[in-house]
């Protein structure tokens, strides 16, 4: 046994040997003769940013030449570069004629371009070096890729807007769809090509998913404390019976809660305790409902977490919790104090037909009915929103981005309250929103790739001719009213890379001011119509599951035209701030 481990060892240290000698044979070997060419370059698009997965071609006296060593094509990297060296027979260069040209699926071809090739020197066998360099510039081009991303999106709104098919499956069947699409007739014809799987996946915006998985784990663990009833019971306790306070405390105290927690979730908590007062006053709930949802978007509007647009936004564009809070609290703040006025006036009949009896019984009934049930906890979740706050308020200083303060305050939370962490996944977390924003992004990113976004920047440039006043007023009214119609979601998504186009390209604009008119728009411009944010979505449903109903109608008609008044203070504020 001994005999035959000493015999391997001999074999395998003669291999080394001989394998040692063959790399260094190798490395000693002069480089083949002939003329050595390196030709580099960056493609770019018209705004000069860099195009990956761009094939380019070398050709010498018109025929296509293979990079030394290399069977595949040039394809440019993620910033758009390109490098690559041939060997040509002694004598080729300089006089020969060498050109390069490049093709993208959904780009016009360059076809090819005479490139100037210099003589850089010698190397060490005698071999003459030359380089050659050779920028490019790739304008969009309408293929079948392109009508097909606009329509797949066009039927992604109007099926989440008609409310067709659950919004979940509508998204994620788009984003399939237009992956399917490219690995088969793409394959076939690059003109059906929209956008690869790894860039599909790339698009996910994993920033926002876990931002709203964290609150979703930390209101999660709160709902368990009583605390969002208590906060219902002691509105109506301070009104003590007077149903025009009671409605003004109710839309501040849901205004606030939506700024630092999502406003579905808000709505969600809300929504039974002001059912019962409602009740327990006799009076339609949905004369509370509607300004309390109207509030909760209002107030979202103010804070990076506040609403699924902003929090979109502030991960797209990296503005920090504190830039958000600086530009939009105060404008927030005007536009709930004049529609919480309009809604006072509004339901002024509703509100003076309740029938307020025996306050003290039913505020003493209200008090045992929505206790604080476990007060550590409500300490430990406070002290820890409050630390999550914090860190939302300085992750622009430490460079964090949003979800790492959102999960690890609640993973924190989550450890100490000892709650069950499987359960919270399967109770808490609500998946098919999460999985409706990874297929929107992915459906998005397709439209991105074929060009139709920056066609629709284009016209958005082209009617603003430029001016950032005229941006600033096209991008708040587009928005709000699209997002009065279509989910905000949805909308802002699209909307994303067209600003950031329009920053680039309107003086001025690098201000910040186009993303505030997007998010005011969008935040505000969903409280139009029912469909137009997804709490007012969930309010009316749930509103309707306890049997008060509202048609489209009449909640347009409640809220349509406070709207209108919100995004016109917007208006103004923003031609004044900017």
């Not at 820890?384 to 308020?393: K, Q, R, V, W």
Request: glycine content about 8%; charged content about 10%.
């Amino acid at each position: 046994m001994r005999k035959r481990l000493v015999f391997s060892l001999n074999i395998l240290i003669c291999l080394s040997i001989v394998g040692g000698l063959a790399v260094s044979a190798a490395l000693a070997a002069p480089a083949p003769a002939g003329d050595h060419l390196a030709v580099s370059g960056l493609v770019t698009n018209p705004m000069g940013k860099g195009l990956k997965e761009v094939e380019v071609e070398v050709l010498v006296n018109g025929r296509h030449v293979k990079p030394a060593g290399k069977e595949a094509e040039i394809v440019t990297g993620k910033p758009g570069g390109y490098v690559a060296d041939f060997i040509l027979p002694p004598g080729t260069l300089p006089a020969s004629k060498v050109e390069v040209q490049a093709a993208k699926p959904s780009w016009k071809p360059i076809p090819a371009t005479p490139v100037k090739v210099v003589e850089s020197g010698v190397d060490a066998q005698g071999n003459k070096l030359f380089q050659a360099v050779q920028n490019l510039t790739l304008n969009r081009t309408t293929t079948a890729g392109f009508w097909i991303a606009a329509l797949v999106l066009l039927l992604v709104y109007v099926v989440i807007s008609l409310e067709l098919m659950h919004r979940t499956l509508v998204s994620f069947l788009g984003a399939a769809l237009i992956i399917f699409i490219t690995y088969t007739l793409g394959h076939w014809d690059k003109s059906f090509y929209i956008i690869s799987f790894d860039d599909a996946m790339g698009a996910i915006d994993l920033n926002v998913i876990f931002l709203l998985m964290g609150m979703m784990l930390f209101v999660g663990v709160m709902k368990k404390t009583g605390m969002f009833q208590f906060l219902a019971y002691k509105a109506y306790a301070w009104a003590r019976g007077n149903v025009f306070v009671l409605s003004l405390i109710l839309q501040v105290i849901t205004a606030v809660v939506s700024a630092f927690l999502d406003n579905v979730t808000t709505m969600l908590l809300v929504l039974p305790v002001t059912i019962e007062i409602a009740v327990t006053l006799k009076i339609n709930p949905l004369v509370l409902l509607i300004p309390e949802v109207f509030a909760s978007n209002v107030g979202g509007t103010a804070t990076l977490i506040g609403d699924p647009p902003n929090i979109l936004i502030g991960s797209y564009a990296g503005l920090t919790f504190g830039q958000f809070v600086k530009n939009l609290s105060l404008v927030c703040i005007v536009c709930l104090g004049v529609s919480s006025v309009f809604y006072l006036w509004w339901h002024k009949k509703d509100y003076l037909k309740a029938e307020v009896k025996d306050i003290p019984r039913t505020i003493a009934y209200l008090r045992e009915e929505y206790q604080i049930t476990n007060k550590k906890l409500m300490i430990q979740s406070l002290l820890l929103l409050g630390f999550t706050i914090l860190l939302f308020a300085m992750h622009g200083f430490l460079h964090m981005p949003v979800s790492v303060a959102a999960l690890i305050g609640s993973l924190i939370l989550l450890a100490i309250s000892r709650e069950d962490i499987v359960e919270m996944l399967e109770h808490e977390v609500e998946w098919p929103t999460l999985i409706f924003f990874i297929g929107l992004f992915m459906v998005i990113a397709g439209a991105e790739e074929t060009g139709l976004i920056q066609m629709i920047a284009n016209w958005v440039k082209d009617v603003s001719r430029g001016n950032l006043t005229a941006a600033i007023i096209i991008v708040l009214w587009v928005s709000a009213i699209a997002s009065a119609f279509i989910d905000n979601i949805p909308f802002t998504a699209t909307m994303l890379p067209i600003i950031l186009f329009l920053n680039q390209t309107i003086p001025g604009a690098e201000s910040g001011a186009l993303w505030w008119s997007l998010a005011l728009g969008a935040c505000l411009g969903g409280n139009g119509t029912m469909i137009g944010a997804s709490a007012n979505v969930v309010t009316v449903g749930l509103a309707e599951k306890a049997g008060y109903h509202i048609s489209f109608l009449s909640y347009m008609r409640a809220c349509w035209w406070p709207m209108m008044i919100t995004v016109t203070i917007a208006m103004v504020y923003l031609l004044i701030a900017f």
